[in-house]
C-alpha cells in the first residue's frame, strides 16, 4: 500500500544485521489482552452476506458485478448503505462508515459480512466500533488490504474469529473460491464429522528464509497486510504477536518502504515475539532504481534471518489473484520444510 516517503533519494547504503535489532528488544507488552476466542457460525448456501464499504469508494458497477457473483455462489446479498458513495477517496464519512458496519453486525437477517474493498479509512473508525456489540452477535467478517486494521481489531477486543480473504467486487478465481469456501462453510452433516485439517501449500517458488530450532512452528494467526500493521504498532490498535504466527504482505511499496516497517516492528519487538513468521506476495514491489536498491527478497533475508524462528516466503495471499483466506485467531501451524500452513482447527462452528 504506497505511502509518501519522508525521505527522497536511493536506499540506504547499508542495513543494521537483524540479530542486532533481535538483542535489543525481545519482548511487547500490549495494552489489552486478546479475550477468550468466539467463533461464528459457518456460511451456507441461502444464507445472506452484507456487502459493507469500510475504506475506500466503489463504483456501483464494480458492486453489482461482485453482488452478481456472490449470489452466483449461492448467497442472498443486503448492500451497505455506502454502496456507491464517495467522500474524497473515502466511500462515506468515518461515522457514515462505521454506522453501515454497526448496522450488519446488528441486523439478524444478516449472516455474514464482507468488505466490499480496501483502499484506506478503516483505521479512522475502528474507536467508533461497539466492540461488546460485535461479541453479542457473531457472524463472519472477511476483508483484506486496509481491513488488516478491522479484522485484527476485532479479533483483539472482542475475541471473534475474523478473515484474512477476498473482497467482492469481482469474481473470485477457482483456489480463492475453493479455500473461501473450504474455511468459511459448511454442510447439513458437517456437525457429525471429524475435522479435517486444511493444508495451505505455498506458491511455485516459495523459500525458507529460517526454519528455526525444529522446522515448524504453531501460534494463533494474525496479520495481513504490512503498512497497516506498521502504521497501528504503538496506538490503541497495537497487535499482540506473542506467540503468534504472524503473516505479511504488500503491494505497491518499494523495497527500502518494506525495510523500513519491518524495522519499525523490530524496533517495537513485535517481530522476536512471534512463534513463526508467514511471509506472501509482494505484489508490484519491485525497485524504481534497480541499480541503486536491494530487492524485497534481500530486505527480507537481511532483517528476518537472524530471528531463529520458521520463517516462509512465498505463500498465497495478498494482493493476487490466487489466494487462501487466513483466519484471524485460530491455531495453526507453519512447516518451514515443506512451505506449508496448516490450519489445526476449524475456524467457524456449524
Keep these: ?28 507488552s500490549p495494552k489489552s489482552k486478546t479475550m477468550k476466542l468466539l467463533k461464528p457460525k459457518a456460511l451456507q448456501r441461502g444464507m445472506t452476506i452484507g456487502l459493507v464499504f469500510p475504506a475506500g ?3 456501483m458497477s464494480a458492486v453489482e458485478v461482485g453482488k452478481a457473483y456472490l449470489e452466483q455462489l449461492g448467497f442472498r446479498v443486503v448492500l451497505g448503505s455506502n454502496a456507491g458513495k464517495q467522500y474524497g477517496y473515502f466511500s462515506a464519512t468515518d461515522k457514515e462508515r462505521a454506522a453501515e458496519f454497526m448496522a450488519a ?23 467508533l466500533l461497539d466492540y461488546s456489540v460485535i461479541r453479542k452477535h457473531p457472524k463472519v467478517i ?32 477457482a483456489l480463492t ?23 495451505m501449500p505455498p506458491a511455485e517458488g516459495w523459500k525458507t528464509l529460517s526454519r528455526g530450532a ?42 527500502y518502504r518494506i525495510d523500513r516497517m519491518i524495522t519499525q516492528l523490530l524496533l517495537a ?30 530486505v527480507l533475508e537481511d532483517r ?19 489466494k487462501y483466506t487466513y483466519p484471524i485467531g485460530v491455531q495453526a501451524e507453519l512447516d518451514a520444510e515443506q512451505g506449508t500452513l496448516t490450519l489445526l482447527e476449524p475456524a467457524v462452528h456449524a
Excluded at 222 to 240: E, F, H, Y
Design 105 to 127: 453486525v446488528e441486523n439478524p437477517a444478516i449472516d455474514g459480512i464482507i468488505c466490499a474493498r480496501g483502499g484506506y479509512g478503516t483505521m479512522r473508525m475502528l474507536e
Design 304 to 322: 528476518l534471518q537472524g530471528l531463529g524462528i520458521p520463517i516462509v516466503t512465498g505463500l498465497q495471499f495478498g494482493h493476487v489473484d490466487d
Design 57 to 59: 469508494w466503489t463504483a
Design 142 to 173: 472477511c476483508g483484506y488490504s486496509d481491513i488488516t486494521a478491522l479484522i485484527n481489531t476485532i479479533y483483539q477486543r472482542s475475541g471473534l474469529v475474523t478473515f484474512h480473504g477476498p473482497g467482492a467486487l469481482g469474481a473470485f478465481s
Design 269 to 298: 519487538g513485535k517481530l522476536q515475539v512471534c512463534a513463526g513468521i508467514v511471509i506472501g506476495q509482494w505484489t508490484d514491489c519491485e525497485p524504481k532504481d534497480a541499480a541503486h536498491s536491494f530487492t524485497v527478497e534481500e
Design 214 to 255: 525444529t522446522g515448524r512452528a504453531r501460534g494463533r494467526l494474525v496479520g495481513g497486510n504490512l503498512t497497516l500493521l506498521s502504521m497501528t504498532t504503538g496506538t490503541s490498535l497495537d497487535i499482540n504477536t506473542k506467540g503468534a504466527l504472524l503473516f505479511l504482505e504488500d503491494v505497491t511499496e518499494e523495497p
Design 177 to 199: 473460491e475453493r479455500s473461501f469456501l473450504e474455511v468459511l462453510t459448511t454442510d447439513s452433516d458437517s456437525a457429525k464429522k471429524p475435522f479435517s485439517p486444511i493444508v
Design 1 to 28: 500500500m504506497k505511502r509518501r516517503a519522508l525521505l527522497s533519494g536511493a536506499a540506504a547504503s547499508f542495513i543494521i544485521p537483524s540479530f542486532a535489532i533481535a538483542q535489543q528488544r525481545t519482548s511487547t
